[in-house]
Nanobody
Framework: QVQLVESGGGLVQPGGSLRLSCAAS????????MGWYRQAPGKQRELVAD???????NYVDSVKGRFTISRDNVKSTVSLQMNSLKPEDTAVYYC??????????WGKGTLVTVSS
């Protein structure tokens, strides 16, 4: 089992920045890919960005050039730096871990609201 605790959500004005963090505990040796998903009201959950244990990153097109994902394999953390935020980035953001055994673990989610 892997437990995830997210932090860093909140209210920000358009053009502003936020940093989300997620700390993993438990069977951390099984962690493979770490990432962030989001779900806006009335929409399906979508992948925002993920990063492999080797540091290879993947972003949804809508956040490329604005968001940066990073991970610390020693501390078992993954972060998402979000810059130039737009109202359409408003969503609940979920930390996700994919284990080497094909199991998905999810955080409880943190709300990001981009509004003036």
């Amino acid at each position: 089992q892997v437990q995830l605790v997210e932090s860093g959500g909140g209210l920000v004005q358009p053009g502003g920045s936020l940093r989300l963090s997620c700390a993993a505990s438990g069977n951390i040796f099984s962690i493979n890919v770490m990432g962030w998903y989001r779900q806006a009201p009335g929409k399906q959950r979508e992948l925002v960005a993920d990063i492999t244990s080797g540091g290879r990153t993947n972003y949804v097109d809508s956040v490329k050039g604005r968001f940066t994902i990073s991970r610390d394999n020693v501390k078992s953390t993954v972060s998402l730096q979000m810059n130039s935020l737009k109202p359409e980035d408003t969503a609940v953001y979920y930390c996700n871990i994919k284990s080497r055994y094909g199991i998905d673990y999810w955080g409880k989610g943190t709300l990001v609201t981009v509004s003036s």
